[in-house]
């Protein structure tokens, strides 16, 4: 199969903290990783994306990792606030047109 | 930015009756994508199109299920018949090229099967 796998499902931690969340993938031609969040009755909303030619990708208190041998990629946020409590869902495609699979999902919550 | 357009917002209909879901991707985007998501669970894809075909369908991709784009308007997506099992957010997206994977959502159609 081509699954992603992400875990954990449900993620709770305290306000200044950082969260990780980890997914898997088992197509070995993916090569772009985007990561989304979606709040309560929004779209998915692009956060960050790695293509396979990089092993870290930081912006504005979000990093993530690729690590290509074992098809696991990671996103860490930084210093979490509350309006970083949603849904995160992890992706991965391969260039070659197909579409992006994405991820079970992880619902994040940024306890004061 | 680019913006993809979904009407309508929220579509409630009848088991049994047909349903058009439109949307109206970014201008110069090519491929186009629906994809499938029951309340808090995850995305799923249905199906993507591109130069006027079919590329890829998944298995939720069911025979009542059909998609056209007739003349660059809009990219649709039909339900005949519909059943109970089909009440989701219907999200549309598209991207510009091959070589530009970044996909662009609709804020998405809501379908209740009564």
């Known amino acids: 199969g081509e699954q992603v796998e992400q875990l954990p499902s449900i993620l709770r931690v305290q306000e200044g903290s950082s969260a990780s969340i980890n997914c898997t993938y088992e197509?070995?031609?993916?090569?772009?990783f985007p990561w989304y969040k979606q709040e309560p009755g929004e779209n998915p909303k692009l956060i960050i994306d790695?293509?396979?030619?990089?092993e870290r990708k930081q912006t504005q208190g979000l990093i993530v990792l690729l690590d290509k041998k074992a098809k696991r990629f990671s996103l860490h946020i930084t210093d979490t606030q509350p309006g970083d409590s949603a849904m995160y869902f992890c992706?991965?495609?391969?260039?070659?047109?197909?579409?992006?699979?994405f991820g079970t999902g992880t619902k994040l919550q940024v306890v004061p | 930015g680019p913006k993809v357009l979904q009407i309508p917002s929220h579509q409630i209909i009848d088991m049994g009756q047909m349903v058009t879901l439109n949307c109206d991707p970014v201008?110069?985007?090519?491929?186009f994508y629906w994809y499938k998501q029951i309340l808090g669970q995850q995305m799923e894809f249905l199906v993507n199109?591109?130069?006027?075909?079919?590329?890829?369908k998944s298995k939720l991709f069911k025979d009542q299920f059909s998609v056209e784009r007739p003349d660059g308007s809009y990219f649709t997506l039909k339900i005949q018949p519909t059943a109970l099992e089909d009440s989701a957010v219907y999200f549309c997206?598209?991207?510009?090229?091959?070589?530009?994977?970044?996909?662009?959502f609709g804020h998405g159609t809501k379908l209740s099967v009564l």
């Open positions: 790695i293509r396979s030619n990089m």
């Open positions: 992706a991965a495609s391969a260039t070659s047109g197909t579409y992006q699979r």
């Open positions: 199109f591109y130069n006027g075909k079919v590329m890829e």
């Open positions: 201008s110069n985007h090519l491929y």
């Open positions: 197509n070995s031609a993916s090569n772009y």
């Open positions: 997206a598209s991207r510009p090229g091959q070589s530009n994977e970044r996909l662009f």
